[in-house]
Nanobody, 119 residues
Framework: QAQLVESGGGLVQPGGSLRLSCTAS????????MGWHRQAPGKQRELVAI???????NYADSVKGRFTISMDNAKNMVYLQMNSLKFEDTAVYYC?????????????WGQGTQVTVSS
């Protein structure tokens, strides 16, 4: 009933920028929050940033001041602007949406997009 598709990942040099996009599609759902998690090689998946439909945001300490999350409620899209990228930002980035479907809250995940920071 809800599908998330990410785009914008790729290879970038340290200090560079990337902009990730995620679009939620489907029917009979109401989105309350969207965000991004990432999983680096050999590490557990971690929260990167989250934004609610009301506009409140939260970031991991490691990305504060460098990453910016935004949301287009009308289009059911979330973006992650990533600046000043570091080697340690290399990971698969997963989009998620917290939504209700017929009154039941569920979390939906995208397939992930690879971000590689390398010189």
């Amino acid at each position: 009933q809800a599908q998330l598709v990410e785009s914008g990942g790729g290879l970038v040099q340290p200090g560079g920028s990337l902009r990730l996009s995620c679009t939620a599609s489907g029917s009979s759902f109401t989105i309350y929050s969207m965000g991004w998690h990432r999983q680096a090689p050999g590490k557990q998946r971690e929260l990167v940033a989250i934004i609610t439909s009301a506009g409140s945001t939260n970031y991991a300490d490691s990305v504060k001041g460098r990453f910016t999350i935004s949301m287009d409620n009308a289009k059911n899209m979330v973006y992650l602007q990533m600046n000043s990228l570091k080697f340690e930002d290399t990971a698969v980035y997963y989009c998620y949406a917290g939504a209700t479907i017929k009154g039941t809250y569920s979390v939906f995940w995208g397939q992930g997009t690879q971000v590689t920071v390398s010189s």
